[in-house]
């Protein structure tokens, strides 16, 4: 294998490292843009059910399955609404 | 109630992609000026050949790698100071960017090494310590993953990237403490080349700590974003996940 051979690989691999990164950056970024649109949606479903019904389904359920109790949300919308933070 | 009165930030865009993108820009720029200059500027070595033309990327990797690792040890000093968690997600970008440019300059330094040396592979002390720094890191980004509670994991991973550094100036030292086939590249009269190889260096260690600054900044903010999705969760409820 001559030199060029050589020089093509190593650059090819400088490459290929970088893209697989920024690949997995991405992808990482992706999953948590779904997990906050799945926080978003709880918390707006969260707020409507509480006004229409008390008795209703305890639990509303995530766009990935997990259940959210209400306390949880109405503790959300209390720190919302100028309460104590979350940090 | 909308999502936007919560009072933490569930936005991926926000401060810093105006900052972002010009870094990306100047990294875009220095990089392909740096690569004409290693691939057209720069004069065939005349024993090596072209292949030489890997090593001003390969010491650009490396240069940046021992500079990530440098922002570790900071960033794991300034969390066991402050407990702020903001350095220690500093600390895991900068690990992790300092991992891949690592397995960048192993790479390419194997490479490398197959036409000059006529093996992929030797246990050459640079090679040795290098190899030892990449495991030092990668330990350290795997010791996060198995730790759970959250200021534990900051904790430990801190003592370990400050540890983990003191490596860092055996890499650079071992060509000169030990026996080495590794071209020793600074001499006592400065750099050992010609002065156009120089500059295409000077270049390529200017792009490679570009886009080190660029990919830390996008880390940097991914994990704080993270920080923040998980203190929602938490406020809400929800199971950890």
Redesign the interface.
């Known amino acids: ?1 001559g ?2 051979w ?2 093509a ?3 090819a ?2 490459w290929a ?2 893209l697989a ?1 920024l690949y997995s ?1 991405a992808r ?2 992706e999953s ?2 779904q ?2 649109k799945a ?2 949606e ?3 479903g969260g ?1 409507g059910a509480e006004e229409e019904a008390d008795e209703a389904e305890p639990f509303l359920t ?1 766009v ?1 399955g ?1 259940g ?2 209400r ?3 109405a ?3 209390r ?3 100028g309460g104590r ?3 | ?3 936007a ?4 930030d ?3 865009t926000g401060t810093g992609s105006r900052l972002q993108r010009a870094l990306l820009a100047a990294t875009l720029a220095v990089g392909l000026v740096a690569l004409y200059m290693a691939f057209v500027y720069a004069p065939k070595e005349a024993t ?4 030489q ?2 090593f001003y ?2 010491v650009g ?1 490396a240069w940046t790698a021992c500079l990530a690792f440098f922002v570790v040890f900071l960033g794991g000093l300034a969390y066991l100071r402050t407990r702020d968690r903001r350095w220690d997600a500093l600390a895991l970008s900068s690990a992790e ?1 300092g991992v ?1 440019f690592t ?2 300059t192993l ?2 330094g194997s ?2 090494a ?2 000059a040396w006529g093996t992929w592979w030797t246990w050459d002390p640079r090679l040795t310590t290098t190899t030892v720094l990449w495991l030092i890191y990668v330990s350290y980004l795997i010791l996060r993953g198995a730790i759970d509670e959250p200021e534990r994991r900051a904790s430990f991973a801190a003592a370990v990237g400050i540890v983990g550094f003191v490596d860092v100036p055996i890499v650079f030292l071992s060509i000169r403490l030990w026996r080495t086939i590794h071209p020793v590249l600074v001499k006592s009269q400065g750099f050992d080349m010609e002065p156009p190889m120089v500059h295409a260096l000077l270049a390529a260690l200017l792009a490679c700590t570009l ?1 080190y600054a660029y ?1 830390l900044l ?2 940097t903010s ?1 994990e704080r ?2 920080l923040e ?1 998980e ?9 950890q ?1």
Not at chain 2, 231 to 239: I, K, P, S, Y
């Open positions: 294998m030199d060029l050589y020089l690989l190593a650059y691999v400088i490292v970088l990164y950056i990482r970024q948590l843009r997990e906050m926080i978003e709880a918390l707006e707020s995530l990935q997990e959210v109790p306390e949880g949300l503790r959300a919308r720190a919302g609404r933070g979350s940090r | 109630m909308r999502a009165a919560v009072p933490f569930v936005s991926l090596m050949g072209d292949v033309r890997i990327f390969h990797a960017i891949v397995t960048i790479a390419t490479i490398w197959k036409p886009l990919l996008v880390r991914l974003r993270r999705v203190a929602a969760r938490q406020a809400l409820g929800f199971h996940g």
